[in-house]
């Protein structure tokens, strides 16, 4: 059974900083792809950033330039790093985790970014 444990969501004031870790219960190098969601309240989950296994990152517009995410495999770990945080950055934010077809979660962690 795979597992992802998320941790280092909080609170934070508008402009400050959060990084996210997400670490997995087996060697990351055996996933095809690596990212971050998030679900505010009454909105679907949205894809937030990526990471392949050749460590090629995908992020959506409304955080480019603001997050980073990058992965150690000898940690198991992927983090994302959060810069400039907005309070419409508040969600849950969930690690995520693909093998093929099969897409593994974290349990979530919340970031909540006060104006």
């Known amino acids: 059974q795979v597992q992802l444990v998320e941790s280092g969501g909080g609170l934070v004031q508008a402009g400050g900083s959060l990084r996210l870790s997400c670490t997995a219960s087996i060697g990351i190098f055996n996933f095809n792809v690596m990212g971050w969601y998030r679900q505010a309240p009454g909105k679907q989950r949205e894809l937030v950033a990526t990471?392949?296994?050749?460590?090629?990152?995908n992020y959506t517009d409304s955080v480019k330039g603001r997050f980073t995410v990058f992965k150690d495999n000898a940690k198991n770990t992927v983090w994302m790093e959060m810069n400039s945080l907005k309070p419409e950055d508040t969600a849950v934010y969930y690690c995520?985790?693909?093998?093929?077809?099969?897409?593994?979660w974290g349990q979530g962690t919340q970031v909540t970014v006060s104006s």
């Open positions: 995520a985790a693909q093998i093929w077809a099969t897409r593994y």
């Open positions: 990471i392949d296994k050749g460590r090629t990152t």
